[in-house]
Nanobody, 126 residues
C-alpha cells in the first residue's frame, strides 16, 4: 500500500521560496500521476501542479512560472519548488497520487486521486 508523507511547509515572507517534499513508500512506481493540491479553510481543495510517470507536467494558471513540480523516482520523492511566493499561496498543501492515467481535464480533479498525504502548512506574509 502506497503512503505519502509531506514535509517542508513553513512561514515565509512574500517573495520568498520554499521546497515541499513528499516521501512515497510502498509501491511508488505504481503511481502514474502525482500532484500537489492546496486548501484554505472554507474553500475547496484546488490542484496546483501534477506530473506523470514520464515527467510531463501541468500547472494551475495561478502558479505557472513560479512553481516547479518534479519527481525523483530513485529517491521515491515528489517535490514542489515554490518561488516568488505570495500571500494568496497561503494554504495547507497536500501530496496526492493515483495509479491511473488521467485525461487532461481530470488531472486537477481531487476525486481522481485516491491516495493522499496528511498535508503541510505554507504561510506567506506580506
Amino acid at each position: 500500500q502506497v503512503r505519502l508523507v509531506e514535509s517542508g511547509g513553513d512561514s515565509v515572507q512574500s517573495g520568498g521560496s520554499l521546497r515541499l517534499s513528499c516521501g512515497v513508500s510502498g509501491n511508488p512506481h505504481s503511481m502514474y500521476y502525482m500532484g500537489w493540491f492546496r486548501q484554505v479553510p472554507g474553500k475547496l481543495r484546488e490542484g496546483v501542479a501534477v506530473i506523470d510517470s514520464d515527467g510531463y507536467t501541468n500547472y494551475a494558471d495561478s502558479v505557472k512560472g513560479r512553481f516547479t513540480i518534479s519527481r525523483d523516482n530513485a529517491k521515491n520523492t515528489l517535490y514542489l519548488q515554490m518561488n516568488s511566493l505570495r500571500p494568496e499561496d497561503t494554504a495547507m498543501y497536500y501530496c496526492a497520487a493515483t495509479p491511473f492515467c488521467l485525461y487532461s481535464d481530470h488531472r486537477f480533479s481531487e476525486s481522481e486521486y485516491k491516495i493522499w498525504g496528511q498535508g503541510t502548512q505554507v504561510t506567506v506574509s506580506s
